[in-house]
């Protein structure tokens, strides 16, 4: 009776031993899946509206535009954010937006861009 309990005791340590080593094996010749494409945070000037005084800023992560006016109480810098502001005119297409406070959904009450286009901070894999 001795035996048959320390049969079924090796047994059952045995096939647990075997199933652990199954499934930890059948889960490490899965690959998985690719990681996804890093995400572009930039935003750009998509163009330039010097009649109505708007801009259409592109947001580079998801694609998506929106268009947002200027009035004489908005400040413009172009380049260094110590700098002094700038007109509208010195606005490009092209032009990288640093930062920017929205006065609402459709005026922009500040903006500051850069004169550069650098590569996005993370750029996809070759």
């Known amino acids: 009776m001795k035996s048959a309990r320390l049969f079924f005791a090796v047994a059952t340590l045995a096939m647990a031993f075997l199933l652990t080593f199954a499934v930890t094996t059948a889960n490490a010749s899965h690959k998985s899946a690719p990681p996804p ?12 509206d010097a009649s109505s005084k708007t801009v259409v800023l592109k947001y580079m992560r998801d694609g998506t535009s929106h268009t947002y006016a200027f009035d004489d109480l908005s400040v ?22 640093r930062d920017y406070v929205e006065r609402d959904s459709h005026t922009l009450d500040s903006i500051i861009v850069s004169t550069a286009d650098p590569a996005p901070t993370n750029p996809p894999p070759q």
């Open 37 to 48: 494409p890093p995400v572009d945070p930039r935003i750009l000037i998509d163009s330039v």
């Open 76 to 97: 413009i810098k172009v380049g260094d954010a110590s700098s002094d502001p700038t007109t509208f005119d010195q606005i490009k297409v092209g032009m990288q937006v």
